[in-house]
Structure formats: C-alpha cells, structure tokens
C-alpha cells in the first residue's frame, strides 16, 4: 500500500468518480474524508463499507460547496480527525445545458461556485498544513472541456477551462515545497448520472439506447467506449506516487482521444 498514514479529502465522492477515488485510495492504506448529496442511511453505509474493506479510517463533511466557510471546516475536520490532509481532490461538479441568452443567472453562478471556485477555497485552506509537511498532492478533476468546448455549455466550459488555469498557477507557486498539483481531464464516465440521462434522452430524439450512447454520448470519443470511474481513481493514485513527483501543472486527458481530433 502506496499511501499509509496518508490522509485525503475527496469532494463530491459520495458516488461516480469522486467515490471511486476515496476507494482508490483507501484501498492504498490512506484515510479519507468523503464529501458529497446523497440518502444520509446510504452515505453512512458507505463510509462504514470504505472502514470495513480497507482497514482504514473514512468521515463523512456534509460541507456545501456554494460555502467557504464550510469548505474550510471540511479541510479543518480532515486536519483534526487525522493529522493532516496530504491529498486533495477537488472533485464536486455539476451541470446545466442551455443556449446563452436563456442561461439563467443563477445557474451560471451556482456552476461557477461548485465547479471552480470551491476548488479556491480547498485548496486555499489545505495549502498551508502541506507547506508545513513539505509533501502535498492536489488533483483537480476537470473535463475534456477543460481543453475544448460544446455549444449550449457556457458555465460548465468557463468553469473547466478556470480549472486548468488554477492548476497551472498553483502548481508553480508551491513547486519548491514538496507539493504536485495536477488535473484529470476525462470525456464521457459512466456514472449513474450518466446512465440516468439515457431514457430521457432516448424519448427526447427517439433513439434506441443503443442510439443514444453510440450517437449522442460517444460521438465525441473515437475510441465509441466510455471511461471508467476505476481508471480515473487510478490515475489519481499514480499522481500521489513517488513515480509522479515531477509532474505538476499537467492537464492530463483520459478522454478515448477526443481531444485529440
């Protein structure tokens, strides 16, 4: 196990990828502090699985990512239940489809919010304590559409190409202490978010659904196959290796060659 006494907060891990990499990385020996929407039976089911499995310690911040303060205190909780946050993931997303000019406001904000700025304020509260120890990983989950864009996805794409761009400044501001910062950029996950978006989807364009994965979510992917939640979390495991110190400020594609094109 690569990460023993090593402790993690994952945001948005109470399922998809976010979940999939507090596994990861218990699974590796590290504590982790989950964070994330979901049932309260089932999340606590979920951190008591993550303790049972791995041997390892998992708490749960219900921390809002539209709050700084609650965001400092899920830093905060990791810092006191373990000694320290060595890994960060700022993970939390979420998204909305709309042309410009009927965006509404508050949608745009609220993306902004979960999507770029509550990585500020995670990173800003954890920064500190990795200086102290000399030794830090930051892995910003953003998106193929952190390199290119879609039509009728203004906040998501602004928000994802801010990631990348925190990335950057980060990674070159903490360069000399020990600390890695990177982002994942994956295409099209199969989550249940994205498996739940497929009936909807099949009535609105009758499609089979077959049609609808092959036409609409895979067409962007040469590869017609979808990432997976495991090779994301094992990507980020690699990130926090010895094998990986020298890479920082990389915005690192898992996306079937998308980007490529």
């Not at 399922?15 to 699974?27: D, E, V, Y």
Request: aromatic share 6%; hydrophobic share 45%; with cysteine.
């Amino acid at each position: 196990m690569t990460l023993t006494s090593k402790a993690a907060v994952v945001t948005g891990s109470t399922s998809g990828i976010g979940l999939a990499i507090a596994r990861a990385f218990a699974k590796e020996g590290a504590n982790v502090v989950l964070n994330g929407l979901g049932d309260e039976v089932e999340i606590e089911k979920t951190r008591a699985g993550i303790e049972s499995e791995f041997g390892v310690k998992a708490v749960y911040s219900p921390a809002n990512m539209l709050k700084s303060d609650e965001i400092e205190e899920m830093v905060r909780l990791g810092e006191r239940t373990f000694g320290s946050v060595d890994i960060l993931v700022n993970n939390a997303g979420i998204q909305f489809v709309s042309p410009i000019e009927d965006f509404p406001v508050e949608k745009w904000d609220q993306i902004i919010a979960i999507n770029l700025t509550s990585a500020f304020h995670a990173i800003r509260a954890a920064v500190p304590g990795m200086k102290a120890r000399g030794w830090g990983r930051i892995i910003n989950t953003a998106s193929a559409h952190s390199l290119v864009a879609s039509p009728f996805k203004s906040a998501y794409v602004a928000a994802k190409h801010g990631i990348a761009g925190l990335t950057k400044t980060v990674a070159l501001e903490v360069a000399t202490h020990g600390i890695t910062v990177n982002c994942i950029s994956p295409g099209y996950v199969w989550t249940p978010l994205v498996e739940r978006q497929i009936p909807d989807t099949m009535k609105a364009r009758n499609m089979t659904k077959e049609q609808v994965i092959n036409d609409v979510l895979l067409e962007a992917q040469p590869t017609k196959q979808f990432v997976t939640v495991d090779q994301v979390a094992g990507l980020a495991v690699f990130l926090c290796s010895d094998a990986a110190s020298q890479m920082s400020g990389a915005n690192l594609s898992m996306d079937g060659g998308w980007t490529a094109k």
